[in-house]
């Protein structure tokens, strides 16, 4: 059984009189316990998408089916029981933390808002999820900032667990940290993810942060999958040609020699009518891929790919 399904998903916003399609057409689903890595550039719509799943933003067309139920048009009120099966971890911990609520308070009050109505009972449940994420014990008593970006996010990642989700949505839980910090939190999450029989959908822009520890992988661009594929193949056999450009990109931790080394140009929500939204950057772009948009096809029971090349 999938604990998520997304079906032809659409986000779409106003900038001035512009409208941009950031989720423009999205299927995906997520096993539970599976972690599925959700990578592109920034700018391709990661985060919308992972919003949006959230509900966090409200889809415009598309359904979202949480352990078989379509939360896609749920209002507030009837999305509360399903919110504590499904939470998110933020880039910016500190911008999603109330800077005047104690870390105690931080992790109490979704416990209250959920019904647990025994104060005892929820001070054990906190000093328990304090712990396991490895925060000291006096740690309930400060405020957010007294603490450093690692710490922080240990934090933010508490609060995504007090409720014991099924399903959690990690947008680049450890980009804003140092690189010795990374690790850190990488491993906290792969240990919590076995403790807790977690899912992850695990959004980053940087392949390497993802490489050990998903199943299974996504590449977005421009609001769309391009490709879908089992770690083992997407490692070993990537096909979408902007796949290949990210991986060549990956070696390198110097960020200015990134993506760049590989790709022209930028990413850009201005795509041009019909045809394949990868071709004015692709190496391989033949005639047929500015008339022809290529569908997301099914190579093997472990890889999709859209492109006319596969
Ligand atoms: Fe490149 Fe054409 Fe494939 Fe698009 S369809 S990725 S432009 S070869
Ligand atoms: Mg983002």
Redesign the pocket.
Known sequence: MTLLSVEDLHTTYKTGSRTVHAVDGVSLEVGPRETVGLVGESGCGKSTLGKTIMRLLDPSEGSITLDGTDIGRLDDRSMLPHRRKMQMVFQDPFASLNPRQTVFRLLDTPLKVHGMADPAERRRRVVDIAGRVGLAPDALERYPHEFSGGQRQRIGIARALILNPQLVVCDEPVSALDLSIQAQILNLLVDLKRDFGLAYLFISHDLSVVRYFVDRVLVMYLGRI?ESADHVSLWRDPK???TRALLAAVPSRDPTRRASAALKGEISMAVQPG??R??AR?P???D??ASED?PLRRLSDKQMV?????
């Not at 859209?306 to 596969?310: D, I, P, R, T, V």
């Open positions: 391009v979408h040609p902007y045809g394949c990868f071709r692709c391989l772009a033949m047929r891929c290529p859209a492109c006319h090349l596969a």
